[in-house]
């Protein structure tokens, strides 16, 4: 092997497959087993109200700690920085006091509040800058003197002013925060979904999909009608491990406490309306129509056609012609 070549200098050098198959990769470190990997990009999206703000801030307290995130997820301890665009520093101390912070995280997490600090693209330097860039400058300086290795910015739509739907522009903007991990951050983003998505949780980040496309794991955060105190967490992107089980927290809290409690893991929704489509197949054993499915199952358009598809595929569902160009299922 070349000895030029290694893991840390691999980036922008062109090696041979022999070189490649050769170097020594450690295996993937996480700081938040499953979920946040190091040195990588990691967006928590939701609808505003799902209490992203929240879990990224239990996030941060047990990544302080070194605790396990929802008593589930092991976290190693890291210094973290949390770039907040959307709180007023007043909400964040309550919240933090509420989450049960104490003084003995003092030198492990730090805080700004930013609102106002923009990446943006300056077309006469043909690269991507920071406004207010003396301060952002400073405050990157701090967390390398300090040394944070986790750096949250809540949320993206605050910290750049490009169109979020230009797959170039949003391009640009994830390479400055890739630049960052290749320093050796780890990079926490919050950012919103789609008030209304049709499909699979993948598509249900707002903006153009090179976005999804960008990131190394992507934690969906949702709600159920009718569920109260609760929330949902599945892992539909997972770029070095296989995707997290989805599962259940509840959501406890007064005047004075807040907390989430974890109610366990849940199958994933793809597996459960298979399930669901052929138990509700074997109680109709005349077959029923997609839409008929899609309407017992209370499921998305999208997702029925895809899993009935699936099932064709693998030879466990029969589709015949029914009356006019209508389409009848029945068990295989």
Known sequence: MNDQFDHEN????????????????????????????????TIIGGKPGEYKSWISLEMTKCIANGESLFGKFPCKKRKVLVLDGENHPREVQ???QMLGYSQEIDEEFYFSSQPDMKMDFDPDEEDLIFDQSDMTQEILELAMHQGVEVVIFDSLTRFHDSEENDAGAMSKVFQKFKDLTRAGATIIILHHTKKHSIGSEKDALRGSSDIMAAIDSYIHIGKKTGVQNSVFISNPKARYSPETDPFELKVASDDEHFSFEFQGSQKPMTEKLREDILNLLKEHGDGLKKGDIQKLLKSAEKSTKRIIDDLKIDGELVETKGVGNTKIYTLA
């Open 94 to 96: 309550k919240r933090i």
């Open 10 to 41: 691999i980036y922008g050098s062109i090696v041979s497959s022999h070189d490649l198959l050769n170097i020594d990769f450690p295996d993937i470190p996480w700081v938040v087993e499953g979920l946040v990997p190091a040195e990588g990009i």
